[in-house]
């Protein structure tokens, strides 16, 4: 991935890069690549569970980039990024540019079985009603959410961050590796990956028997006696994890690897990496992975470099296409 400008060459005066508490390390990393220091902000979580946030700094006329990923503990860290969007519009910041690596409800996109809420549209809502500039996410589960929005997204894809991880023909040689999608909606995510790794493509067919199960039903491709690496843009509960037997049942070359961007993982995802049939999960710290989940098997890609190639394109005023998820 090239970067068509250097910090160096950028006129950083009027940027300021903020941080919610859910993923500190992550923007202290964009920070570290665009050569600045985050700028101060007090986020306090009060006794009664309310959440209170200060703006440290002037802001006015500033440009303001707010990084803040939505994971566990969902609703907390996304009422912190609604509260700092309200604190910069009153501070006449001016454009806040709203960074959020894991969007939050992106799974609930539409109404599945009638008298549901669409809960990514409420998100969207919100955050433009807040007063967010412009939305910048990676690898969302749901394509269709960009229309959710009437300011500009840039969705953004991890995938070469990933990809670059298994271009090692020693451990994975081109003809010898397939790549998997876990079902049709990721077929052409997983065709990506085939693409810009040379590697075949396996696609699963699986029906979903409730909100966190799922039932693999044909596995379609040449995987015999091949290594698969299986990709997805989350692993939560485990489910994706689930599906890996019915891919040996097929014939693929066990341990299976996965290449999954948001590590969201829940107890029973981290009890099922403890399997024999898993290699590797190699994610990106998209989520702050704690210590205690932290499991041995979890190889970490950064996507620093990504998040401020696009904050530097954005702030002088260049082409972002090149980090689009052209899918």
Do not use: W
């Not at 309310?50 to 803040?68: F, G, S, T």
């Not at 609930?108 to 969207?124: C, F, L, N, P």
């Not at 300011?151 to 670059?164: K, M, R």
């Amino acid at each position: 991935m090239t970067v068509e400008i250097s910090p160096a060459e950028a006129k950083l005066e009027d940027l300021r890069l903020f941080s919610g508490t859910a993923n500190q390390p992550l923007a202290a990393a964009v920070a570290g690549e665009l050569g600045i220091q985050l700028s101060p902000v007090t986020i306090t979580h009060l006794a009664d569970s309310e959440i209170h946030v200060k703006i440290d700094e002037l802001v006015r006329h500033q440009d303001i980039y707010i990084i803040q990923p939505c994971a566990q503990p969902v609703n907390d860290n996304f009422m912190e990024l609604l509260l700092l969007i309200d604190a910069f519009r009153r501070a006449s910041a001016r454009y806040i540019n709203v960074v959020v690596p894991y969007f939050p409800y992106a799974r609930q996109d539409r109404m599945a079985t009638g008298r549901e809420a669409i809960s990514a549209k409420m998100v969207a809502r919100m955050l433009e009603m807040a007063g967010a500039s412009r939305v910048v996410y990676v690898d969302i589960h749901s394509l269709q959410i960009q229309g959710f929005f009437e300011i500009p997204v840039d969705p953004l894809s991890a995938l070469p961050v990933l990809a670059g991880y298994f271009q090692d023909e020693a451990r994975f040689p081109v003809d010898e590796t397939v790549i998997v999608s876990p079902d049709v909606g990721r077929a052409r995510l997983a065709g990506k990956y085939a693409e810009q790794l040379g590697m075949g493509l396996v696609v699963m067919h699986k029906r979903r028997l409730g909100f966190s199960q799922t039932k693999t039903t044909t596995v379609v491709g040449d995987i015999e006696g091949k290594t698969a690496i299986l990709i997805d843009d989350m692993v939560a509960g485990g489910s994706v994890l689930e599906q890996i037997p019915a891919l040996i049942e097929a014939g693929a070359k066990p341990p299976v690897y996965l290449s999954i961007t948001h590590p969201v993982l829940l107890p029973s995802a981290l009890r099922r990496l403890d399997r024999d049939y898993i290699a590797e999960l190699v994610t990106t710290n998209s989520i702050y992975i704690p210590p205690e989940k932290m499991h041995p098997k979890i190889r970490v890609q950064s996507i620093a470099h990504l998040l401020a190639d696009v904050i530097l394109r954005i702030h002088c005023g260049k082409t972002i296409s090149p980090l689009l998820r052209l899918l």
